[in-house]
């Protein structure tokens, strides 16, 4: 998935791993104050990253997939459902479609593994976003990393 200013794909080298894991540092330890030991975890290692740059390199934005038996035990046991996390554009890159071409390209990781839904943890605010992607709330509202978040999930 591309657009004329940047790209989307799977993080396939240490670059691109890296980049996903800037991005995240960015957005989420700096801007949020999220303590980097919660940001970065052990499912980091299994995960597939996926990374938005720009034509020149610059990394946008990025986002992960869990599947297999963690994200099973995300989504209550259930087989065959993703878990969709650490979705983060940094500031400069908001409001230019980046985050819903990282959403879709995980989709597409995920209908890749054979799975046939992703579940993911939204912060409150961001609810609307990921309703307007096909995305439904489900469960009480709970805290992670000192912020509120709902469950979703989408049938692919």
């Known amino acids: 998935m591309s657009s004329a200013s940047y790209v989307v794909r799977v993080a396939e080298d240490p670059a691109d791993r890296e980049a996903c894991f800037a991005v995240r540092k960015e957005v989420f330890v700096v801007e949020q104050g999220v ?27 990025a ?7 963690v994200a ?32 879709r390209g995980i989709e597409d990781a995920a209908r890749a593994r054979g799975l046939t839904a992703v579940d993911l943890h939204a912060q409150t605010h961001a609810l609307g976003f990921y309703e307007r992607l096909g995305y439904a709330a489900y469960g009480p509202e ?4 000192g912020m509120p978040h709902r469950a979703m999930r989408r049938a692919l």
């Open 72 to 103: 099973a035990a995300r989504a209550g046991g259930e087989p065959g459902v993703g878990s969709l996390g650490r979705l983060a554009v940094v500031k400069a890159a908001r409001g230019l479609g980046i985050g819903v071409a990282l959403v």
């Open 63 to 69: 986002g992960r997939l869990l599947y297999g038996e």
């Open 35 to 61: 303590p980097q030991d919660l940001e970065y975890d052990a499912y980091d290692a299994d995960a597939v990253h996926v990374v938005a740059v720009r034509e020149d390199g610059v990394p946008l934005g």
């Open 142 to 145: 709970f805290d992670d990393a």
